[in-house]
């Protein structure tokens, strides 16, 4: 049982390149989210899905374009990184919106 | 959305019991108490969550005041293992999904 996987787990991305993150889950939960997590600080919330074809916003959006094709895969995609998106990104997933969440290991951005 | 209050930091020496407060004083109705822990360069891990009633598992316990703006996550005999930051979140069972950003959580440093 893999889990919440995510790939790659390091990237180091020029200022104005574009490049996805991707996040699978085996588990065939409904809630998956993005995170983003900057030295010393808690996860903030990018984007979120309740459910293949439903996303919404979290509270740092900006910048990133999500899509939720399949129950499993919900891909984040940075469409012309800058320096401030330099980060480490998790993606979790739940089975309901109100269970237990389940992490990745982590993606570890960094924008030059 | 509500949110969680948690102090920066706590201390322990091992083996004793643990207390982790978080006050969420705009709690509503449905919203769920959850407590993850995330050890350097991991990602969150679920420790405990509750909505009502307090709650035992095999790492931890919860008790959830009766008012329910404030819980308390309980480590009962504190091992070196234990030393992570924790996090207390709220996952709302109705109306926006979006959820509580996690914060900064309280850093807890188990003494030999």
């Known amino acids: 049982n893999a889990g919440v996987t995510q790939t790659p787990k390091f990237q180091v991305l020029k200022t104005g390149q574009s490049m996805t993150l991707q996040c699978a889950q085996d588990?065939?939960?409904?809630?998956m989210s993005w995170y983003r997590q900057d030295p010393g600080m808690g996860l903030r919330l990018i984007h979120y899905?309740?459910?293949?074809?439903?996303?919404d916003q979290g509270e740092v959006p900006n910048g990133y374009n999500v899509s939720r094709s399949t129950t499993e895969d919900f891909p984040l995609r940075l469409l012309s990184a800058a320096p401030s998106q330099t980060s480490v990104y998790f993606c979790?997933?739940?089975?309901?919106?109100?269970?237990?969440?389940?992490f990745g290991e982590g993606s570890r951005l960094t924008v030059l | 959305d509500a949110k969680t209050t948690q102090p920066n930091s706590m201390e322990s020496n091992e083996e004793e019991p643990v207390h982790l407060p978080c006050n969420h004083s705009?709690?509503?109705?449905?919203?769920?108490i959850h407590w993850y822990r995330q050890l350097p360069s991991q990602g969150p891990e679920y420790v405990i969550h509750?909505?009502?009633s307090n709650v035992n598992n095999r790492m931890a316990s919860l008790a959830i005041a009766e008012d329910r703006k404030s819980s308390t996550l309980i480590l009962h005999r504190a091992t070196l293992r234990d030393a992570a930051v924790y996090y207390c979140?709220?996952?709302?069972?109705?109306?926006?999904?979006?959820?509580?950003?996690f914060g900064s959580g309280t850093q807890l440093t188990v003494l030999p």
């Open positions: 979790a997933s739940s089975r309901t919106r109100t269970g237990e969440l389940f």
């Open positions: 588990m065939n939960h409904e809630y």
């Open positions: 899905s309740v459910g293949a074809g439903i996303t």
């Open positions: 705009t709690i509503s109705g449905t919203d769920y």
């Open positions: 509750g909505l009502t």
């Open positions: 979140i709220l996952r709302a069972s109705s109306g926006s999904a979006r959820q509580l950003t």
